[in-house]
């Protein structure tokens, strides 16, 4: 899953320099994929109404998937993300605050399908529809 990711989608995220610096992101440190997708995971204990508000329950399919596309985007050189954050309606996100107000957020809302935004001042929104088909 998520093996060949379009250059035009890993273009939008921020990349490890040679020097292993993450190119543009302050505070990541080397750890932060292991970070993420240790917060990936926690959330797999996430069940219906974990914030005491009526937020939905996380399917352990999108968390499957979001950790594959982690680490499809790590062996493609991108910097860890900012956070990992789980969705009151049952997504969960990586997240990349690029400074300047501008973040790229990867929504998992299905098994096999992610939402790609960019945010930022003065630009319309950018939204793409990645889909990836599930092994049998």
């Known amino acids: 899953m998520w093996a060949n990711l379009d250059s035009a989608i890993l273009a939008r995220l921020p990349r ?6 993450p190119g ?6 080397a750890d932060g994929w292991q970070r993420a997708l240790d917060k990936l995971n926690h959330y797999r204990t996430y069940a219906n109404d974990w914030d005491g508000q009526g937020a ?7 968390i ?6 982690a680490d499809a985007l790590r062996r493609g ?13 049952g997504t969960v996100s990586l997240e990349w605050d690029l ?24 630009r319309p929104i950018e ?10």
């Open 56 to 62: 939905a329950g996380i399917d352990h399919r999108l």
């Open 64 to 69: 499957d998937s979001a950790e594959k596309m």
């Open 99 to 122: 400074g300047g107000r501008v973040t790229v957020q990867l929504e998992f809302n299905d098994p096999g399908v992610v939402e790609l935004w960019v945010l930022a001042p003065d």
């Open 127 to 136: 939204h793409e529809v990645l889909a990836e088909e599930l092994a049998a």
């Open 16 to 21: 490890v320099s040679a020097n292993g610096i």
């Open 24 to 29: 543009g992101l302050v505070g990541t440190l």
């Open 77 to 89: 050189g991108v910097s860890a993300p900012t956070c990992a954050l789980p969705g009151v309606d």
